[in-house]
């Protein structure tokens, strides 16, 4: 199973040292971001650490704060392969500076805050060919499409790899990254101290997504609509699976295409059914293959069925919240779940 990466954002030895601490019970390995700090002590910090550890020293050309001599920039890398760490992250056009790296594994990464290129995979390849033991690529969605390129990614490689986008609209990525091999995925450890646009505390790793749980036989459901990451369907929808321990997970979809072409790009990965919010309710008709006699009479679609490859339409209508998520769930899982446990669900939540 992947793993979960929390990075810390301390500014000097002293906080690093006391996040270090609080991450290792939520996450199973750290990022030490040098780049973020005013100072820090190497050795203090990787001796007796109480969970494995990333060292990276990450430039302002991908994304970081180093903005001095590159080989300078490179030597607490080495350092920190001196004292033992785990993991040591390079860029990938400056791994010629570590020609040891003893037994700290490399990870050669690759990062691009405009755009998710549509050569992944070969930008994969050309990072493994720097002797890379992990990739890691880390690109922007401008779309959610984009997200479906870092899947297909990950299905083809060879080597270890870690890949997701960033910004809001990969935030699927950073959860089902897991079910398609990548290595690991970050997480921040509290709200506003992650290092990367995008990123969603460890706690809603575990305890909303079970992110810990997620294999290649996670069936995915998602919730179409706009500003809905915080929508207490994801809340609720994710709880009642893992009430009936179902592997599965519900994940908001952001509309920044046309809908059709939105639910027939994700047949890819398979997604079993969407929730279907206003205002895309009408143009869903037009997105599905086949409509259920509910939604040819309403004239609008808010829940959709991948029915063995089709996609199907239709209107359940809404006698009130609870008892449209249980009729969704039925349809989707075939199975009753009761209001009452609905309820208990959305009050908890």
Known sequence: MSMICVPLTGLDTEATLASLKKAAEVAD??????????????SRLLTNRPCPVIVTNRPVR???????????????????IRLGADYVDI????????????????????????????????????????GADIVKVAVWAKDTLDNLIVFDMLRR????????????????SRVLSPKFGSFLTFASLDEGTGSAPGQITAQKMLHLYHTNLINEDTKVYGLIGDSITHSPLISAFNAAFYEYRLNARYLPFPVSCSLKK?????????????????????????????????????????????????????????????????????LWMGIDAPVELINGILNSS
């Open 29 to 42: 390995l750290v990022e030490i971001r040098l780049d973020l700090m005013r100072e820090y002590d190497l």
């Open 262 to 330: 939105l639910v027939r790009a994700f047949k890819a990965i398979e997604v079993g059914g969407y929730s279907v919010l206003p205002p895309y309710q009408e143009a869903a008709l037009k997105a599905v293959e086949a409509l259920h006699s509910s939604a040819e009479s309403a004239r609008k679609v808010d829940t959709i069925v991948n029915q063995d490859g089709q996609l199907e339409g239709y209107a359940l209508g809404r006698e009130g919240f609870s008892e449209m998520i249980a009729m969704q769930f039925r």
């Open 157 to 172: 490689c060879d080597v270890p790899t870690i890949a997701l986008c960033m910004g809001e609209l990969g935030l699927m």
């Open 62 to 80: 991908e994304g970081g704060r180093y903005s001095g001599d590159e080989e300078k920039r490179v030597m607490p890398l080495r350092e920190a």
């Open 91 to 130: 860029e990938h056009d400056s791994t010629h500076f570590i020609r040891d790296r003893q037994k700290t594994k490399l990870i050669v990464s690759y990062h691009n805050f405009q755009e998710t290129p549509r050569d992944l995979i070969q930008i994969q390849a050309k990072l493994k060919a720097y």
